[in-house]
């Protein structure tokens, strides 16, 4: 039964480069907006929608079989139904490891470690993980982390090297005399110049 489905109704307008949502259904609260879709909380839920705006439906379908293939593992949200151009997974509460960075919240080395396992357990089901990044990283108030936005983790891909490059600058990260909190816009120049010329993951 497709339960969720009437929430799936949202529409969007783009300006440029960037998406934005004009209505959705009054359950649902944004959450968070990524390159490729728009993140509602469900009322009365520890629920959220994930619909695709509409050049980027077609990955619904890709992602909800790389969660099924994924179901059980700890470091990965649940999925509970899938339409044509949306997914309904656990609600991870947490940030992103992208704001832990904007807000100077220590990154431990056990949240790379628990990565890393995670992406062993999805490449030993046979998918090979990719668009691995700082954005679809949530840290829960427990310490746990979890991986979200999963399409890019389907088999026989083309597979980038981000979580590497990242793991490679925590190393920096880590150095004593090294800040611990950056700003939005030198995180967002950074990826902006990682995008354009090491990996543009929309390719
Ligand atoms: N299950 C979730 N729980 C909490 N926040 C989430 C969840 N899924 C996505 N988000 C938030 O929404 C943002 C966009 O979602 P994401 O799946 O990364 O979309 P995109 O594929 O467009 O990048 C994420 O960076 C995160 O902040
Ligand atoms: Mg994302």
Redesign the pocket.
């Given at each position: 039964m497709n339960h969720y489905e009437q929430y799936a109704n949202v529409t969007f307008e783009q300006q440029g480069q960037e998406t934005y949502v004009t209505a959705a259904h009054a359950d649902l609260e944004l959450?968070?907006?990524?390159?490729?879709?728009?993140?509602f909380?469900i009322k009365d839920t520890r629920?959220?929608i994930?619909v695709?705006?509409p050049d980027?439906t077609h990955?619904a379908a890709e992602?909800a079989v790389i969660y099924r293939t994924l179901e059980g593992l700890p470091q990965f949200?649940r999925l509970y139904e899938a339409g044509v151009n949306y997914i309904v997974?656990?609600?991870?509460?947490?940030k992103?490891l992208?704001?832990c960075l904007t807000e100077g919240i220590w990154i431990d080395a056990s949240y790379i470690q628990q990565v890393d396992a995670a992406l062993i357990a999805a490449r030993s089901l046979g998918l090979t993980p990719s668009?691995v990044h700082l954005?679809?990283l949530?840290l829960t108030p427990e310490g746990r982390i979890?991986l979200?936005?999963?399409?890019r983790f389907r088999q026989g891909q083309h597979v980038d090297h981000q979580w590497e490059d990242l793991k490679r600058m925590y190393r920096f990260y880590r150095l004593r005399f090294m800040p611990k909190r950056y700003s939005e816009r030198l995180l967002n120049g950074v990826a902006y110049l990682y995008r354009t010329f090491v990996n543009d993951p929309r390719h």
């Open positions: 959450h968070g907006i990524g390159r490729s879709a728009a993140v909380r629920l959220v994930k695709f705006f980027y990955i992602e949200p997974i656990d609600y991870i509460e947490g992103t992208f704001e668009d954005r679809n949530i979890y979200i936005d999963l399409a």
